[in-house]
């Protein structure tokens, strides 16, 4: 990865750790988190004035764009929903750490990506090792059940939905480089209209789940200023990766830096909610990021 590249990703950690810990905080939703991605997206509209015009795209670059949104629905779906049933300290790495793994392996199988060396493998498996640690707080958690709860399963949810993005984005922002955006034009621009796509998918689904609707009472109670100041968050965090991913051959090193958010987030958990910081908190952390420095070294 190039300075400029690395520089961008490790920005985005921060950034990405403090509006999920927001967001947790803040009575997750679906509705709570698209609607601030939306909100960013619609106040950083003036960015699709960069490099050449829309109309230059291609046609299968909509295509792209159209899964874009529906996995990054899935995802902020996945994330708000496990929150809601369990401690960010435990969720929030579990989601982040699983697309190191799988994201790799689906590059190889359908993009004829290169194959990772064994430095890699070896990184990844200390990720999903910790992650595994991470919710056997207390003797009475460490069964199979523990792993089998409606949060755990919002958690791979979410994975899924990072996994459905990260290979489907770095497809988009090929074809904007194509067409003359820069590395930095193109994200700033997919970020943009990546968030307006996720918004109009998901506005169909508030209005079916009851659930949802309920909350949307909440969310108008934190006012519009909390709601675009998480978006701008939002939108910021990713739209770095983005243009990381541009300036990037191999997507894989990306998503695997990208996770570096992980013991962040496990701190401001523990920190700034209080949440239980266990010894098999801590311990899983640390295999995770020993992991992560294999692979992103």
């Known amino acids: ?24 905080r803040n009575t997750p939703s679906l509705g709570a988190f698209v609607l601030a991605y939306g909100a960013g997206g619609v106040v950083m509209l003036p960015l699709l004035v960069l490099g050449p015009s829309l109309m230059a795209l291609p046609a299968s670059f909509w295509g792209w764009l159209v899964l874009s ?30 697309p190191v793994v799988l994201v790799p392996l689906v590059s190889i199988a359908l993009l004829g990506s290169r194959v990772l060396d064994a430095w890699d493998g070896l990184g990844m498996a200390l990720v999903v090792a910790g992650a595994l640690c991470l919710p056997l707080s207390h003797p009475e958690a460490r069964r199979f059940s523990t792993y089998g709860t409606p949060a755990m399963g919002f958690a791979l949810m979410a994975a899924a939905g990072t996994v ?51 909350r949307l009472p909440v ?22 990766v983005l243009m990381a991913m541009a300036l990037t051959d ?24 209080k949440e239980p910081a266990s010894t098999a908190k801590t311990l899983g952390t640390l295999v995770m990021l020993a992991g992560l420095v294999m692979v992103a070294l």
């Open 1 to 24: 990865m190039s300075p400029t590249a690395l520089a961008l990703v490790l920005v985005s950690v921060c950034m990405h750790a403090g509006w999920n810990v927001l967001g947790k």
């Open 69 to 98: 949104g529906l996995c990054q629905m899935i995802y902020m779906g996945g994330l708000a929903w496990a929150y809601a049933r369990g401690e960010v300290s435990v969720l929030y790495p579990i989601a982040r750490a699983l």
């Open 164 to 214: 459905g993005y990260s290979l489907i984005d770095k497809q988009a922002l090929g074809l904007m480089q194509s067409v003359g955006h820069s590395g930095l034009s193109a994200g700033a621009v997919f970020m943009v209209l990546q968030a307006v796509m996720t918004l109009t998918w998901a506005l169909p689904l508030l209005a079916l789940l009851p659930a949802e609707r309920r």
């Open 219 to 240: 969310l108008r109670q934190q006012g519009l200023p909390m709601l675009v100041t998480t978006g701008l968050m939002m939108t910021c965090t990713y739209g770095l």
């Open 250 to 273: 191999e997507v894989s090193y990306v998503v695997a830096l990208r996770q570096l958010s992980i013991p962040v987030g496990v701190l401001m958990g523990v920190l700034w909610l």
